[in-house]
């Protein structure tokens, strides 16, 4: 058994005018002490699918159709509120894709950091506090800006304030939604090899989402890579790096600018993502793809597994361009 | 082609209870109209903050700014608004920078309404043209920013920022939220307005794939201060100073097989705050000697075109 086993998780925002279908139908496993890198377009439904987890929806407009999130065999979706309260800051704990939403604005950065070390670290006041300097510092942030409070603060240093915060409580499932984003690959390798630590230290497992595949490469075990609320593809991270079998995969990887050649433009995927209000019927990415055929938009394509471990849904695995 | 912004010796300094917090100090450069010039750095380092001081979004604490040869540095604010006109910018953030109230047509027309030159019709007109050129579709004029993903999110700040046609763009990580797809469309996008337009940038990031492909020019910031300046393709072949070096090699490259020796930067930030006339990358330093603790380094010309502040840049590159 998986530390955390997503079923079949279907999750949709009801609006007034219309549903947004923002997952569909997704399962993953994530296995204690590894990183499953969670991929996809902006809109494909990766920050839905870890609210999910976290309990956070906020319903309305949010509502799941079906599926189950087990966390150690059990089944989050049906845990009371009090419980899952009692998991989220202790046993999972979730890095926001917006730091601003996890600080309190009225609370200095310091206060805040040994808050969690005192509510969830059983740390007394005093400890709490000492902790939180030691802390900020390994964040990389000086320990004499710990009484500033976050509006004082650039977009990357609220980040790492907040990734201090998910941290101080040593969880067993750390979610990170875009992590490191917002700050300069030294500070970014730092904060990676600080939740490297962690995984080794306590064996936390770890989804992570992002779409720096470099990132993806450096830390992560298996890969998802979600196309409008769909799983389209699922691997080892050699499955995926390695022999890369969608078209959406391997579009993202020619998206990439390169380090080593030059281009005049980029050859990013043509098109955008489907309204996740108003579906395509076949394949969701029928309307961008360069390998498409009739059958691509007249039903949905098979989810299959190609190779022991490796999922793929596309009706034309290994095709060519449709001119 | 003219130089269009001259920036010398620009400072901006906040007051904070613990003193007064150096964020940009002495950054000295010039940008050619139709060119772009990338920032990057540590998050904090003062990107932001200069691309702000620059538009004078916020006032400089030092320096001078010059846009297309007039000095701006202290115009009244009636100038100020009027400049609103010729120079924009696009948002690091576009979960926050938009007003959850206003639907994207207002959003897009809200600059516009501000100079009153454009009467109900016109704007409109305008505003379909804005969503039309940033490939946002027509459907989406009645919708609200919340509604959106982060790539159409983004281009609503492009839509806004392109509305008063200006001639000059800060461009405050417009990618950094998004996947690297869109982000590759929202690239060619800005390097075709750039073509059409004639449209100079400061393009802020801390994606160095990103600044390497858009930048003619890179700009290397650290704790407020300039470190390295050069042509693009230059600063990635020859990084002359320790924090540049450290930057490129920390780059993680997509690919498994790629076996990279990292300059791991070790050690503690310097604070920008009451700063002491030390070189502000010393903690850090693999490098550092006894004068980079009693003074900081200036900024200079190092190699045709290439300039560094570092004491020892000569010594660490053999030049
Ligand atoms: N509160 C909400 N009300 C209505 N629709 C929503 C809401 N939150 C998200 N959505 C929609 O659900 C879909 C999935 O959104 P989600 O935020 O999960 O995507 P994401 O993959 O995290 O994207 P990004 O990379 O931009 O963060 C999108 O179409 C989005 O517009
Ligand atoms: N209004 C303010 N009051 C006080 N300090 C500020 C203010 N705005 C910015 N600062 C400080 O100035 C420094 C530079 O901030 P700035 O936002 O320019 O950084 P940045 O390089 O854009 O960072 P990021 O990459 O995280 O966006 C930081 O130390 C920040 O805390
Ligand atoms: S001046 Fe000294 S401390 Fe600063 S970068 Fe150069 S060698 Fe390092
Ligand atoms: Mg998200
Ligand atoms: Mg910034």
């Known amino acids: ?323 | 082609m003219g130089e269009i912004l001259r920036v010398e010796k620009l400072s901006k300094f906040f007051d904070t209870p613990s003193g007064s917090l150096h964020a940009v100090e002495n950054v000295s450069f010039s940008i050619e109209q139709g060119k772009t010039l990338g920032v990057v750095g540590e998050s904090g380092c003062g990107k932001s903050t200069l691309g702000r001081t620059v538009l004078k979004l916020i006032e400089p604490t030092g320096g001078k700014i010059f846009f297309q040869g007039k000095d701006i540095t202290n115009i009244s604010k009636k100038e100020n608004r009027a400049l609103r006109k010729d120079m924009q910018i696009i948002f690091q953030d576009p979960f926050s920078s938009l007003n959850p109230r206003l639907n994207v047509a207002d959003l897009i027309a809200d600059p516009l309404k501000t100079f009153k030159e454009h009467n109900k019709k016109e704007i409109e007109e305008i505003v379909f043209e804005m969503m039309d050129l940033v490939g946002l579709s027509r459907r989406y004029a009645y919708s609200y920013p919340h509604e959106l993903d982060g790539g159409r999110r983004q281009r609503i700040g492009i839509a806004r920022a392109l509305a008063l046609d200006p001639k000059f763009i800060v461009c405050d990580e417009p990618v950094s939220s998004l996947d690297v797809s869109i982000q590759a469309q929202i690239l060619n996008l800005l390097q075709d307005l750039q073509e059409q337009k004639r449209l100079t940038y400061i393009f802020v990031t801390h994606d160095l794939s990103v600044v390497k492909h858009i930048s003619d020019d890179i700009l290397v910031m650290y704790v407020g201060a300039m470190v390295e300046k050069c042509p693009s393709k230059e600063l990635f072949a020859h990084p002359l100073h320790p924090y540049t070096k450290g930057l490129l090699s920390a780059i993680p490259i997509p690919n498994i097989h790629h076996e990279k020796v990292k300059v791991k930067l070790q050690g503690e930030l310097s604070s920008p705050i009451e700063p002491p006339d030390e070189c502000r990358f010393v903690k850090r330093c693999p490098y550092a000697t006894d004068i980079c603790r009693c003074k900081m380094p200036d900024y200079e010309e190092v190699l045709p075109n290439h300039f560094v502040s570092c004491h020892n840049c000569k010594n660490i590159n053999n030049l």
């Open chain 1, 1 to 323: 058994m998986s530390l955390l086993e997503i079923k079949n998780l279907t999750v949709e925002y009801v609006l007034r005018k219309s549903v947004v279908h923002a997952v569909n139908n997704i399962s993953l496993n994530v296995d204690a002490g590894k990183t499953l890198g969670l991929v996809g377009e902006t809109g494909a439904g990766k920050t839905t699918t870890a609210l999910s987890i976290m309990g956070l929806l906020p319903h309305p407009p949010a509502k799941v159709q079906s599926g189950e999130i087990l966390f150690e065999g059990q089944d989050l979706l049906k845990m009371k509120e009090h419980d899952l309260e009692n998991i989220r800051g202790n046993k999972i704990s979730m890095i926001f894709q917006d730091p601003m939403t996890a600080l309190n604005p009225v609370l200095t950065v310091g206060e805040q950091i040994a808050e969690t070390f005192h509510l969830h670290g059983n740390y007394s006041r005093a400890e709490a506090e000492k902790e939180s300097l030691k802390m900020l510092e390994m964040v990389g942030i000086r320990p004499e800006r710990s009484t500033e409070y976050p509006h004082q603060f650039s977009g990357g240093m609220k980040q790492r304030v907040v990734i201090a915060m998910a941290l101080a409580c040593k969880p067993q499932l750390l979610i990170a939604d875009e992590p490191t984003t917002a700050l300069d690959v030294t500070i970014q390798a730092q904060v990676l090899e600080l939740m490297n630590d962690l995984k080794v230290t306590f064996n936390t497992a770890m989804l992570l989402i992002t779409h720096d595949l470099g990132i993806v490469a450096e830390t992560c075990d298996d890969v998802a890579i979600i196309y409008a609320g769909q799983l389209v593809e699922y691997g080892s991270i050699e499955q995926i790096f390695d022999n890369p079998l969608h078209p959406y995969t391997i579009g993202l990887f020619g998206s990439i600018p390169s380090l080593d050649e030059d281009v005049e433009r980029l050859k990013p995927i043509p098109g955008l993502m489907p309204d996740p209000a108003n579906l395509p019927v076949g394949c969701k990415f029928c309307t961008r793809c360069s390998r498409a055929v009739k059958q691509c938009e007249e039903a949905e394509p098979e989810y299959l597994e190609v190779e022991p471990g490796h999922f793929v849904r596309c009706n034309r695995i290994g095709g060519t361009d449709n001119g």
